[in-house]
């Protein structure tokens, strides 16, 4: 374990990485942020990044602080929730669909299946207000980036880029290979819970057709109207 | 109680202390890019350090009060006019029902910020009234303020007492007189990299700069061996080498996680001065520690509690309505 001042207000801990540590560091992150100096924990794949405020407590003595919490054994259940969202892989919504198809040399129902399959686990937001970096996809679907980013990808895409997968919450520019789209909300915005999502909740992909996207849609509206 | 945006400038937001606490969801904190000339905005009008100010962008907007108001000008200089009448920056002025406030291009720095005495009165959103990036809001946060938008601000006053005292210019030297020295702390990924280089090569800013990261320009930075970083924390003044080795340094609105490995971290009584920096002006970079940075931030602090001590003490003396 590394920790390392990088700032003036924050002290990075890296862990060897194990494709499983993101339950760890968020129990760890979650304990932290009960100190009432430390600001936030930032959660990475491998890393959790302390923000505090360097005038009330010094590097040394906040290393230490870290070191023991990570220390302790970590029986706090997170509490993380089970999401179904559905997905509509046709082409007009899952505009890079076809590049993938042809790059794995698989049937679009094939695509579908693989990435609706698996239970994703969010491991942290970012990039983007309410971005989840999902672990779990099925990896003969792995695809590298686009060569040039797109200026803007719709709200709602769901991409792949290499190795992982996620939805872009809004409309912003972006590289990942878009398969599909989603009619669901992620950024309701309260102030208990400005995303749908949260490290340490769990997702499932469920296919939907264009007029139950269209009717999804209309709901969802209706809904964060209210 | 508003004003309005009469011509919108460049790239107007508001801006408060920031979003803090919410990087875990993905949103960036955001706050003012010369968080010390915001601070010495609100000190000038008696307003807490925090209290949201209106942020300009190198071309200025056009505002129109609609009820009296007391305001301070600090950052870059806009050539502020009231009613086509020149004002100055760093001291408090005040502004009559009708009164046009007009700034024009930026000739110093970058940067420029508006205080109103009590305040901004618009509803927080995640306990903050810094404008929201990539995520889509409405009302005055939704993005860079437009012509027609209008801002409610909380107290409306004057007095009769006369204005005719501010703070020392030389408090912002650093964007009259730049220095050529940036200082900056040892990145995460410090020792990837041709360190050396990095301090020897004189940078620029490029036009490709922006709240989100300023580009830099200079010979590239070349890493020792290849390897790749899974994504994590970044913040404002972290500097990022992407792969054709030209750095980026993030900035306000830089995204809270990132995948480029990062060679530095700007101090954070420097990320005013980079700021501020204009596009093409040249820059060396120089690494100091965390302890000193620290030491730098201290009496940064102590610095800004002796002008609001100073303000402070002049507010005392003066009769408002």
Redesign the interface.
């Known amino acids: 374990m590394l920790l390392q001042s990088i700032s003036e207000n924050a002290i990075m801990m890296t862990l060897p990485y194990t494709p499983d540590s993101s339950a760890y560091l968020i129990a760890v992150k979650q304990q932290l942020e009960n100190q009432s100096f430390i600001v936030e924990a930032v959660v990475g794949y491998r890393t959790i990044t302390v923000y505090f405020d360097p005038l009330r407590i010094s590097h040394q003595k906040m290393k230490k602080v870290i070191t023991a919490t990570s220390e302790q054994k970590q029986t706090e259940k997170i509490n993380g929730r089970l999401h179904h969202i559905p997905v509509c892989y046709d082409k007009t919504f899952g505009i890079d669909i076809a590049h993938v198809m042809k790059n794995k040399k698989l049937s679009w129902q094939k695509v579908v299946a693989l990435h609706s399959n698996p239970t994703y686990n969010v491991s942290f937001l970012g990039f983007s207000p309410g971005f989840p970096f999902l672990t779990g996809m099925d990896q003969t679907l792995a695809t590298p980036r686009k060569d040039k980013p797109r200026l803007e990808v719709p709200q709602g895409s769901v991409g792949i880029a290499g190795g992982q997968t996620g939805i872009y919450p809004s409309t912003s520019p972006g590289g990942w290979q878009i398969i599909g789209r989603t009619p669901v909300n992620l950024l309701p915005l309260a102030d208990d819970r400005p995303t749908l999502l949260a490290p340490g909740d769990q997702i499932r992909f469920y296919p939907i057709t264009k007029i139950e996207f269209e009717q999804l849609q209309k709901e969802e509206r209706i809904k964060n109207d209210n | 109680m508003t004003i309005e945006i009469i011509e919108e400038g460049l790239h107007t937001t508001i801006q408060d202390q920031g979003r803090?606490?919410?990087?875990?969801?993905?949103?960036s904190v955001s706050g003012p890019m010369d968080e010390f000339a915001a601070k010495m905005a609100n000190i000038l009008v008696n307003n807490d350090t925090d209290e949201a100010v209106i942020e300009m962008s190198f071309i200025g907007p056009t505002i129109k009060f609609h009820q009296h108001a007391i305001i301070a000008i600090t950052g870059g200089n806009m050539s502020a006019n009231l009613n086509d009448r020149p004002i100055p920056l760093a001291q408090p002025i005040q502004v009559k029902k009708d009164d046009i406030l007009q700034f024009r291009t930026v000739k110093t720095g970058g940067f420029g910020y508006m205080a109103i005495k009590g305040g901004l009165d618009i509803p927080e959103?995640?306990?903050s009234q810094s404008t929201?990036v990539?995520?889509?809001?409405e009302g005055v946060l939704r993005g860079k303020l437009a012509v027609g938008d209008t801002i409610p601000f909380s107290h409306s006053c004057h007095t009769e007492n006369q204005l005719h005292w501010g703070i020392s210019h030389s408090l912002f030297n650093y964007i009259e007189q730049p220095e050529e020295v940036i200082r900056y702390?040892e990145?995460?990924q410090y020792d990837w990299f041709d360190s050396d280089r990095f301090e020897q090569t004189g940078w620029i800013a490029s036009t490709q700069s922006n709240r989100m990261g300023y580009r830099l320009e200079g010979t590239p930075i070349k890493k020792r061996k290849d390897q790749q970083l899974?994504?994590?924390?970044t913040?404002f003044?972290?500097i990022q080498v992407p792969p054709n080795g030209q750095p980026i340094i993030l900035m306000a609105d830089g995204?809270?996680?990132?995948g480029y490995p990062?060679i530095g971290?700007v101090?954070?009584v420097d990320l005013s001065k980079v700021s501020q920096l204009r596009p093409g002006q040249p820059f060396r970079l120089q690494k100091i520690t965390?302890d000193e940075?620290?030491v730098l931030?201290?009496s940064r602090?102590r610095l800004i509690r002796t002008i609001q001590r100073f303000c402070q003490e002049k507010w005392g003396g003066i009769k408002l309505w």
């Open positions: 803090l606490g919410y990087q875990s969801y993905g949103f959103i995640l306990g929201v990539r995520a889509d809001v702390l990145g995460p899974l994504t994590e924390a913040t003044g972290s995204q809270p996680t990132g990062k971290q101090v954070r965390a940075a620290i931030l201290k602090e």
